[in-house]
T-cell receptor, first 116, second 114 residues
Framework: DGGITQSPKYLFRKEGQNVTLSCEQN?????MYWYRQDPGQGLRLIYY???????QKGDIAEGYSVSREKKESFPLTVTSAQKNPTAFYLC???????????????FGQGTRLTVV | AQSVTQLDSQVPVFEEAPVELRCNYS??????LFWYVQYPNQGLQLLLK??????LVKGINGFEAEFNKSQTSFHLRKPSVHISDTAEYFC????????????FGSGTRLQVQP
C-alpha cells in the first residue's frame, strides 16, 4: 500500500542530545513537509522540500535540520539548540505543486518526541 | 502570507445533532481550502477541499463545507453527528498559484456525547 511511514512512533531523548526522526514515502511525491504539533496551537511548519537536494525553512526552523538526498526520504534532526523539543511531529507529502493545482497533503502517523 | 482562524477550540454536541465548525482565513491572494480530521495520536486525514467551482463542497463521512469569498470563511457542517466523529478538526489554506505548504488553524475539538 502506498503511504507515508514515520518512525519511531515514540521517541525519548535526553537533554543536549540530537535525535533524527525518519519519514519515508512511496507515493512518488515530489514535495515533503515537516510539521510540529503542540496542544492548542495547531500545526506549524518546520521545513519543506519541493524537490530532491532542495529545502526551505518554514515558520519555526530554528533548532531543526533536514536533508533531502532521495525523493522518498525526508529525515528531520532535532538538535540540542531546540529549546523545547517535546511535541508531536508530523511528516507530509504532496505531488509537485509547480505543475498541478492539487495541493492535497498526505500525512504520516506522527512521532511523539519527549525530552527526559 | 496566509492565516487561518478557527473560532472555537472545543465544540460539544449530542449524538445525532447537527454541527458547524467555523473557519475564517486571511489572504491577499486567491487560495485553496481544506479540512482535515485527526483522531488521537494519529496523522491527519483529508475530509474535503475547495479548489474552484461550486462553493458547496462535499467530503467523506457526511461532512460538507461552504466557501464564502466575501466573508473569507470555509465552515464545516454535518447534519447529524455520530460518536465516532469525536476528533480534532483542522482548517488549512494554501495560495492557489504558489509553491507553499499548507497553513493550518489551531484546531477544533469536536466532542460528541451520547
Amino acid at each position: 500500500d502506498g503511504g507515508i511511514t514515520q518512525s519511531p512512533k515514540y521517541l525519548f531523548r535526553k537533554e543536549g542530545q540530537n535525535v533524527t526522526l525518519s519519514c519515508e514515502q512511496n507515493l512518488n511525491h515530489d514535495a515533503m513537509y515537516w510539521y510540529r504539533q503542540d496542544p492548542g496551537q495547531g500545526l506549524r511548519l518546520i521545513y519543506y522540500s519541493q524537490i530532491v537536494n532542495d529545502f526551505q525553512k518554514g515558520d519555526i526552523a530554528e533548532g531543526y535540520s533536514v536533508s533531502r538526498e532521495k525523493k522518498e526520504s525526508f529525515p528531520l534532526t532535532v538538535t540540542s539548540a531546540q529549546k523545547n523539543p517535546t511535541a508531536f511531529y508530523l511528516c507530509a507529502s504532496s505531488i509537485d505543486t509547480r505543475t498541478t493545482r492539487n495541493t492535497e497533503a498526505f500525512f504520516g502517523q506522527g512521532t511523539r518526541l519527549t525530552v527526559v | 502570507a496566509q492565516s487561518v482562524t478557527q473560532l472555537d477550540s472545543q465544540v460539544p454536541v449530542f449524538e445525532e445533532a447537527p454541527v458547524e465548525l467555523r473557519c475564517n482565513y486571511s489572504s491577499s491572494v486567491s487560495v485553496y481550502l481544506f479540512w482535515y480530521v485527526q483522531y488521537p495520536n494519529q496523522g491527519l486525514q483529508l475530509l474535503l477541499k475547495y479548489l474552484s467551482g461550486s462553493t458547496l463542497v462535499k467530503g467523506i463521512n457526511g461532512f460538507e463545507a461552504e466557501f464564502n469569498k466575501s466573508q473569507t470563511s470555509f465552515h464545516l457542517r454535518k447534519p447529524s453527528v455520530h460518536i465516532s466523529d469525536t476528533a480534532e478538526y483542522f482548517c488549512a489554506v494554501t495560495p492557489s498559484g504558489g509553491r507553499r505548504a499548507l497553513t493550518f488553524g489551531s484546531g477544533t475539538r469536536l466532542q460528541v456525547q451520547p
